[in-house]
């Protein structure tokens, strides 16, 4: 499995924008071997997937709502994936959550994650 730690969160006006980082250390296996993925939840709301990376990072996919608007990436060096996120909206506000997909492809759905963050909250204010 892989430690997970977010960091880059806090209270932003709506149109502002955030660059979210999650530091992994990898246990028996290389960061590269994983794909990544953000997710998010909302008070009172299941966890919904945000944006996703493959292993080598060549290929990404996003949410409807993030589309446009928020751009995943990761550096196998400094074991290191990020999302940036800009034009946030109020409805954007949730905890968000990095994630490792054995797997190292590109998965949407949490159960294909085996290692997840502490989660880092997100507010923006309209």
């Known amino acids: 499995q892989v430690q997970l730690v977010e960091s880059g969160g806090g209270l932003v006006q709506a149109g502002g924008s955030l660059r979210l980082s999650c530091a992994a250390s990898?246990?028996?296996?290389?960061?590269?071997?994983?794909?990544m993925g953000w997710f998010r939840q909302a008070p009172g709301k299941q966890r919904e997937f945000v944006a996703a990376?493959?292993?080598?990072?060549?290929?990404?996919y996003y949410a409807d709502s993030g589309k446009g608007r928020f751009a995943i990436s990761r550096d196998n060096v400094k074991n290191t994936v990020n999302l940036q996120m800009n034009n946030l909206k109020p409805e954007d506000t949730a905890v968000y959550y990095c994630?490792?997909?054995?797997?190292?492809?590109?998965?949407?759905?949490?159960?294909?994650?085996?290692?997840w963050g502490q989660g880092t909250q997100v507010t923006v204010s309209s």
């Open positions: 990376i493959n292993w080598s990072g060549d290929r990404t």
């Open positions: 990898p246990s028996g296996r290389t960061f590269d071997s994983y794909g």
């Open positions: 994630a490792a997909n054995p797997a190292g492809g590109i998965s949407t759905t949490p159960r294909s994650f085996n290692s």
